[in-house]
């Protein structure tokens, strides 16, 4: 897919415009230009007999006699502006703008839109800054139309930024992936799993007809890279029922890893040109694609999905009916009822009236990457990055800066979860073949908000067998539910991402077992970024087996829960409500510092103001009990802050059905 700021039949289509439209009086014009300039005779002929085979699209032979007339007559303006619209015509650019040129240093006033035109050529060529002097000079002239001076100023807006970018690069040390990944075909950056442990792409390769050793046509296929000691292992095809038969690609992989979603064209079941498709993993295996359906996917093109972290918002390209450009990006929500909402189109300040295209959410939630040819850029499709505001909308978007962007168009861009490491596709640096993928640092600036992650196994304590089990990662200031997942059905893996500057309450549940409650306060300063790596054991539920709830907080020395608690004190709420034969004890329990009676009042206290919350949302009295142990069962030493902050807990037990 490639994109143009400046196509050179626009130009033409200037010139002739000018030129045709005015030609009686323009030739005579010219006839009266070139008699008061004393034009000589034999440039004057040869002007002629080269207009006439210019009309007659004739470029041949009006090239050689434009070029006679100016070697009779070097200031010969009219003939400098008709050879460069036959270089221009022919796909010779540079020596359009140099006839252009000639002709702007001879007389600018002659053809004030030759400064446009020349302008717009050379930007087309990164020559910036003498696109900025000529786009300048043009809207100095006063009779302009206002469509006119719109169209220059946002050039002139465009030169400017791109003149000031090459003179600011941005940190960029590009780093071809390798053998391992790269080949002689395309390679395509899809997705990097959150442990950074898998990269995920598409490989374009062109099939052969196995009787006749004959070209046939491009297919394209899903592959994986293992990271094993840091370093990208020999890619093998992705097991996927994806990949069958079809124009396949533009996949991304959901941040818990479970989820394949991609792009699929004119297959059976398909509601438009190329809809969207999903996969679910289960072990090795993922299962057949299904189409996202029609809510989701239009009769036009659904292209380039990506998915957040938050378990339920995807977003994705369109041409579809009610955008802004030529293509936009969109998002839908996926509801509690397994069904998709309405797509919305992610409007301004992201979306413009060209083509905005290849979005990528970070795990972090927060920022948005995506490729633009409508906002200001350096020529082509740059990559921009928005981030989301308090109130829920983008900020305007940010241009990666030179030389990431270039003349060329870039695509897409896949950032790690640590924010520190950007990955791009790209044919301009060499490479093992055609589109080589490259990772490079991320400068500082540009990075999302750093992400880590939680990873292990689900499982019973008592058969050891593996869980599909629930997760749910809470935001403890604000309530909401920032991730939803599943542990995998055979496996028991889970992989949770975390984004830092955050408190969360994580709870695992699963019909028949008790929950399991983790707290992790990532709020602060974290010069390292450390993943967790831990397995949790349900327990079924049965008399004697206890929970501890990591997330009930008191003020130091005091026993009113805090707000926090909340979130905490309704999943126990509902777990009740969803086990009705249940009875527990609830049990508070502190460190050894201070006196053995005040920590036992201080723990009973703290008990009672659990059980008093759940009666007074509706859990009957005679499935309750509450009871405070002090410091008489510690669950770790005294001898450290850690060890006391685990010892001051509060727990609920199961003692009876």
Known sequence: MGFQVFKPKQMKIYLIIFFLTIFQCYGFTQQTDIEKRVISSKATRAYKKAKSFYISHDYSNAEKFFSKAIKNDTNFVEAWLLLGD??????????????????????????????????????????????????????????????????????????????????????FNLVNLGDSINTADDEYINAITSDEQQLIFTKKQ??????????????????????????????????SSANIKGNIGALCISPDSKYLFFTSCY???????????????????????????????????????????????????????????????????????????????????VNTTKAEMSPFIHPDDQTLYFSSEGHVGMGGADLFYSKKEINGNWSKPINLGYPINTLADEINIVVNAKGDKAYISSDKFGGKGKFDIYSFDLYEEARPQPVTYMKGNVFDTETKNKLKARFELIDLNTGIVNVKSYSDQLTGEFLVVL????????????????????????????????????????????VGENVILKNIFFETDKYDLKEESEIELMKLIGFLNNNPRIKIE??????????????????????????????????????????????SLPNDTNETEEGRANNRRTEFKVIGL
Request: a negative charge; aromatic letters at 14%.
């Open 586 to 631: 609830i049990s508070g329990h502190t460190d050894n510092i201070g006196e053995e009676e005040y920590n036992l009042i201080l723990s009973q206290n703290r008990a009672k103001a659990v059980y008093d919350y759940l009666i007074l949302n509706d859990i009957e009295k005679n499935r309750l009990t509450y009871k405070g142990y002090g410091f």
């Open 86 to 171: 036959i270089y221009s015509d022919t796909k010779r650019t540079e020596e359009a703008i140099l006839s252009y040129e000639k002709a702007i240093q001879i007389d600018p006033d002659f053809f004030p839109d030759i400064l446009y035109i020349a302008g717009k050529l050379e930007f087309s060529t990164a020559k910036y800054s003498m696109a900025l002097k000529n786009f300048k000079k043009y809207l100095c002239y006063e009779n302009l139309k206002n469509q006119q001076k719109q169209n220059a100023m946002d050039m002139l807006v465009r030169a400017e930024f791109a003149v000031n970018a090459v003179e600011n690069p941005v940190p």
């Open 499 to 542: 984004p830092i500057n955050r408190d969360y309450a994580l709870n695992v549940s699963k019909d028949g077992y008790l929950f399991y409650s983790e707290n992790f306060a990532l709020t602060g300063e974290y010069s390292d970024i450390h993943p967790y790596f831990k397995d949790i054991p349900l327990k079924p539920i049965k």
């Open 206 to 239: 062109l099939q052969f007809d196995e009787e006749t050793e004959l070209q046939k046509k491009y297919s394209e296929r899903f592959f994986v890279s293992d990271k094993i000691n840091d370093t990208w292992n020999k890619t093998y095809e992705l097991i």
């Open 267 to 349: 297959r059976p079941d398909g509601f438009g040109s190329c809809d969207l498709y999903y996969s679910k993993k289960s072990g090795n295996n993922w299962s057949k694609p299904k189409n996202l359906g029609p809510v989701v996917n239009s009769n036009k093109w659904e292209s380039q999905p990506s998915f957040s972290s938050d378990g339920k918002t995807l977003y994705f390209t369109s041409n579809r009916n009610g955008g802004r450009g030529s293509s936009d990006i969109w998002k839908t929500i996926l509801l509690a009822d397994g069904t998709w909402s309405q797509p919305e189109n992610l409007g301004v300040p």
